[in-house]
């Protein structure tokens, strides 16, 4: 996928090569955008911060704060084509601020380990309920006796830790190779596939759930329910979904060709991945209240409500199984994501050959992953802050680091970087320039500071 020359041999040259097309690159940010945080986060939390508020702000900060954030890490990655980490320290220095921006980039890959921690587990229960679809366990089953088997397996902690350790040892495989093989074909295929299925589950929603009710939830906005911290958990998940303010789009973007246009990927990436996770609430909630089942259920949502659908309708072992299937795929082209800054930087600091620095970086996560296998277990009393030791992590990457990382790029490409940089970058210097712009010198930082104050209570 990656050819090894570059395309313009006047610009500075990407150390791992170019991607092969425009589509491709498109294709990898895509897999990367699409995960677990759309199918399986994204209706989570909109149902524990009361629904249509939340969801109208998470879209206002999708498309205002997460897309121009999103352009600014592309153009800095393909300006630097190096690591995330390298990249800010080579740029800081050339657009005449400092090398220590370079602290960005570390903060993004630690937040890249650190997600990646609890990403795994949640993934390998995806993987589990591969098996639980093969052998028909939702056929028939009742909400209780499916919540039931949801509990029962994510308290044994053995089989989640197996879990966990076949979806990271599947990841570490694919970054030691490269990513280049194989993730082409698999986004390729997984991405529209996962987008007929949704629509054919959200016919079955359509008959079978109450459509009305879980329209109404996800769309009628009642602020009252929404507190500061939803607004920021609401920011924080635009964040998350878009694989954006940690490195991994910016790891891409050093592979991009000169002349593909950086806007068109980027709204290409948003709409889908805002459409699939629109669609995911479309099914799940109406789901949710035609079983009576709470929306503020929290992690488990996906895995109580889909499982109890597919058990009553016809083919529905059959759609279940290509269902957890098709999320474990979107799983891991995402996970991928979040394991390359890591061991990029590693490859190119340390001289570290792919295969030891997958290894290395694998490892310590899959190490970190047991504090959140034990959060849903025997640890599960265990709490402090937010909650368990996977709330926390959650929180602290998702609600913390990733608004900081936002406002750091936001700053470098509105602020630091100079205006013939950017409009380079982004081949253009007329409105929708100075509308980016805009976005990114003053929208986005005062957005992501204001909001973040409230919820910790400063302002
Ligand atoms: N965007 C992914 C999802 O929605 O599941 C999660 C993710 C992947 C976040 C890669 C960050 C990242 F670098």
Same mark, same amino acid.
């Given at each position: ?212 009710? $879980?329209?109404? *939830?996800?769309? !009628?906005?009642? +602020?009252?329910? &929404? =507190? ?5 958990? #609401?920011? %924080? ?77 016809? $083919?529905?072992? *059959?759609?279940? !199984?290509?269902? +957890?299937?098709? &999320? =474990? ?5 995402? #996970?991928? %994501? ?83 940089? !950017? ?37």
């Amino acid at each position: 996928m990656l050819s090894q020359e570059a395309s313009n041999p006047g610009r500075r040259i990407s150390l791992h090569g170019n991607w092969s097309s425009r589509t491709t690159f498109i294709l990898a940010v895509t897999g990367s955008a699409v995960g677990l945080g759309n199918i399986w986060k994204f209706p989570y939390i909109a149902g524990q911060n009361g629904g249509g508020a939340f969801v109208l702000v998470y879209l206002f900060c999708v498309f205002l704060i997460g897309m121009p954030v999103m352009m600014s890490e592309i153009l800095i990655g393909r300006r630097g084509r190096r690591n995330p980490v390298a990249t800010m320290e080579l740029l800081g220095e050339e657009e005449g601020s400092s090398r220590r921006w370079k602290w960005v980039g570390v903060l993004g890959v630690i937040a890249g380990i650190l997600i990646l921690s609890y990403y795994s587990v949640i993934a390998g229960w995806t993987l589990a309920y591969v098996e639980k679809s093969v052998t028909g366990q939702f056929v028939g089953a009742s909400a209780e006796e499916i919540g039931r088997l949801f509990s029962d397996f994510t308290g044994n902690w053995v089989s989640v830790s197996i879990a966990h350790t076949l979806f990271m040892a599947l990841t570490v495989v694919v970054i030691a190779r490269g990513v280049e093989r194989g993730l082409e074909q698999a986004v390729r295929f997984m991405v529209p596939a996962l987008l007929v299925l949704m629509l054919a589950l959200l016919g079955y929603a359509i008959s079978f759930g109450s459509f009305s009710e $879980g329209v109404s *939830f996800m769309f !009628t906005p009642d +602020f009252g329910a &929404l =507190t500061w911290d939803g607004v920021l958990a #609401a920011m %924080g998940q635009a964040f998350f979904t878009l694989s954006i303010s940690m490195g991994a789009i910016m790891a891409y973007g050093a592979y991009l060709p000169e002349e593909t246009s950086i806007t068109g990927a980027s709204i290409a990436v948003v709409i889908a991945d805002t459409g699939i996770a629109i669609l995911a609430g479309l099914v799940i909630f109406p789901l949710v209240f035609a079983n009576g089942l709470d929306p503020a259920d929290g992690p488990g949502l996906v895995f109580v409500t889909l499982p109890l659908a597919f058990g009553q309708m016809a $083919g529905g072992t *059959f759609f279940a !199984t290509i269902f +957890f299937v098709l &999320l =474990t795929f979107a799983a891991w082209t995402s #996970a991928l %994501g979040l394991l390359e800054p890591a061991v990029a930087w590693l490859v190119e600091r340390h001289y570290r050959s792919r295969l030891q620095a997958s290894i290395m970086v694998g490892g310590l996560i899959w190490l970190l992953g047991f504090g959140s296998v034990l959060s849903f277990s025997t640890l599960a009393d265990f709490r402090f802050w937010r909650g368990t030791i996977f709330d926390n992590v959650d929180y602290l990457t998702s609600n913390i680091m990733l608004p900081l990382g936002g406002i750091c790029i936001a700053v470098f490409a509105g602020w630091v970087m100079c205006r013939n940089s !950017t409009s380079e970058e982004l081949g253009s210097s007329g409105t929708g320039y100075k509308f980016w712009r805009f976005l990114v010198r003053y929208l986005a930082p005062v957005a992501i500071m204001f909001v973040f104050f409230q919820a910790i209570g400063l302002l």
